[in-house]
């Protein structure tokens, strides 16, 4: 790192780009993942260098950064690149609500904005418990949460935490705690045993088919088909681990679990 805290700071994936806006550290950031969304002006005010699992490696070394933020193994090869030409490289791997909070803190305390990333995570934290606490001992609608379609890949393990907090019940609990998605895949009679009474899904990169989900052999006789309940939660808001499946995504999931037990329970 050339200096401390960095100056200019590359941002390989959406929710290092949110967290640092969110710290009044927006500044910092001199490049940023085409998937970057949040906050919107974000897709006007900094450059884009990347995708999800690849990046123009000339376009990064040209702004000269400080530090590249990257994230999991999928983006492993960019960061050796990086390396390789002499870039400070940090990646995260959260993957479950913990690691977003110490996520959040660690990276504030990067930049120089340690004490404000603590107050936005505490707040999160209490938000979470605020939330569990209104949710307990209701009943709990059995929620399919949909990561891809083909192959079926049912929620990481942030996805099924907050379900649980929005008092849902996850149909595929031992699945959510593979980090890999191809350990989350599950077959179509697998779900027709779950009997989900919501169908969450979020297709990153393309949009949601209820009608193709409704009209797959067998479906109709789950619960969430029979009733209408197939909701889609765009990718940006959930399949981020980072502010925004802590907001807005959650609020998404409680809203579709809150809608399910008012008629599944009524």
């Excluded at 000339?58 to 950064?65: D, F, R």
């Excluded at 193994?73 to 690691?99: C, F, H, P, S, W």
Aim: aromatic share 6%; proline share 7%; glycine share 6%.
């Amino acid at each position: 790192m050339r200096s401390f805290p960095p100056q200019r700071i590359i941002c390989l994936t959406e929710e290092t780009v949110e967290t640092l806006y969110l710290l009044g550290a927006e500044d910092r950031i001199v490049g940023v993942s085409g998937y970057a969304v949040r906050p919107a002006r974000v897709r006007k005010e900094k450059p884009r260098v990347s995708a999800f699992t690849s990046a123009d490696i000339p376009k990064v070394l040209a702004l000269e950064p400080d530090l590249v933020l990257t994230f999991s193994d999928l983006q492993a090869e960019i960061a050796a690149e990086l390396l390789k030409a002499g870039v400070t490289v940090m990646g995260y791997n959260q993957r479950d609500i913990a690691g977003i909070l110490a996520m959040i803190r660690h990276l504030g305390a990067t930049v120089g904005q340690g004490e404000a990333a603590e107050r936005l995570a505490d707040q999160y934290e209490a938000r979470l418990a605020t939330i569990a606490a209104r949710t307990a001992g209701k009943p709990r609608p059995v929620v399919y949460f949909e990561e891809w379609d083909d192959p079926m890949i049912s929620g990481i393990k942030w996805v099924s935490e907050l379900i649980r907090i929005a008092g849902g019940q996850e149909a595929f609990p031992a699945q959510s705690d593979q980090p890999a998605a191809r350990d989350r895949i599950v077959t179509s009679d697998q779900v027709i045993a779950a009997a989900p009474d919501v169908i969450l899904a979020s297709w990153c990169g393309k949009k949601v088919r209820p009608e193709k989900i409704a009209a797959r052999p067998g479906w109709c006789a789950i619960p969430a088909v029979r009733d209408g309940r197939i909701v889609e939660i765009k990718s940006p808001l959930i399949l981020q681990p980072g502010p925004a499946a802590l907001t807005d995504g959650l609020d998404a999931i409680l809203a579709a679990i809150q809608d399910a037990v008012a008629e599944v329970y009524a």
